[in-house]
């Protein structure tokens, strides 16, 4: 995602659009968690942990509508989406990971975990930006003698980017995401050829991960619920995203019609995906039942 966002147009609605990533996600799943504790008749924290993974929109399905042929937003709608849907991914894996850690250990401090999201925000973003310079450096003058070896090279780059910034404590997600976009904002060689491919990696990767959502889905676990969680996915859709969208931009010089068309520009799909799996890893009593909401939010989305 990152090597499709154009930061000389995106630039005018980063406050817009990162206030969106970061505070919006956290509200959005804030106000949802409130819904789904009481129609799953949950605790708080776990109908939290419920709400953060599905508290992201899907950047891939945000992009292939907005370039579609038949969709012609104007300035600044579209840049808008794009960076807002782009970005929020790492505060939804950073709120799962919290809420997990709260549900695991009761007693650890709410303020280390907000202290530990800071610091991991702040890693990426400087890890990233950093790293995303050092790629072009290395791809512009590295010799490597075949042109097919430089997706290989971008790939490892990538991979080296995220692991580093895991090492070190931050957001690998974070880190990624600005280093494409640190890398797409400057020139390098076989510039053409190395987008193709990761924009085929990346479709490739949704298509893994809507696989694996299939595999990991029961319909036997699913009947019991589908009254209940088709509640939350409308709640999402028509209650918690559209109210935190139209409060947070209300300072904004966007009319009604362009906040509520961002409003439902919800979309969810691969990131809550591979959070539902994290409670799962985990060994919660009740990860099934998180994967299957997720299931059903994402097929109504």
């Known amino acids: 995602c990152g090597l499709d966002t154009d930061w000389s147009i995106v630039r ?5 659009s990162w206030t969106l990533a970061t505070v919006g996600v956290f509200l959005t799943a804030l106000v949802l968690a409130v819904i789904a504790s009481y129609v799953f008749n949950i605790s708080f924290l776990e109908g939290m942990l419920m709400a953060s993974i599905m508290s992201s929109t899907d950047a ?6 907005l370039r579609s042929r038949n969709v012609s937003l104007k300035h600044p709608l579209k840049p808008l989406l794009e960076l807002e849907s ?3 991914d790492p505060m939804a ?3 799962t990971v919290g809420c997990i ?3 695991l250990e009761p007693s650890a401090s709410v303020w280390v975990m907000v202290l530990s999201l800071v610091r991991q925000m702040v890693l990426g973003a400087i890890v990233g930006y950093l790293m995303g310079r050092v790629v072009v450096w290395l791809i512009n003058h590295l010799d490597l003698g075949y042109d097919g070896l430089y997706p290989v090279l971008s790939t490892a780059l990538v991979l080296i980017t995220y692991s580093i910034t895991a090492f070190l404590g931050g957001s690998g997600y974070l880190a990624v ?9 400057r020139r390098f060689v076989h510039r053409r050829s190395l987008l193709s491919f990761h924009d085929g990696l990346a479709w490739l990767s949704q298509i893994v991960l809507f696989v694996s959502l ?3 889905v029961f319909p036997s676990q699913l009947v019991p619920i589908a009254g209940r969680a088709m509640v939350v996915a409308l709640a999402l859709i028509v209650v918690a995203r559209p109210v ?3 409060v947070l931009l209300a300072p904004s010089r966007l009319n009604l019609k362009e906040k509520t068309l961002i409003a439902w520009v919800g979309l969810r799909g691969a990131v809550p995906v591979v959070l539902g799996i994290f409670p799962l890893v985990a060994g919660f009593p009740n990860a099934a039942l998180y994967f299957n909401v997720v299931f059903f939010v994402v097929i109504v989305s």
């Open 12 to 16: 005018e609605v980063a406050p817009e």
């Open 60 to 65: 891939a399905a945000v992009f292939a509508i």
């Open 86 to 88: 782009g970005s929020n």
């Open 93 to 95: 894996v950073l709120l």
């Open 101 to 103: 850690e709260l549900l």
């Open 177 to 185: 995401y600005l280093a494409g976009i640190v890398i797409a904002s």
């Open 214 to 216: 299939g595999l990991l």
């Open 244 to 246: 935190v969208v139209y």
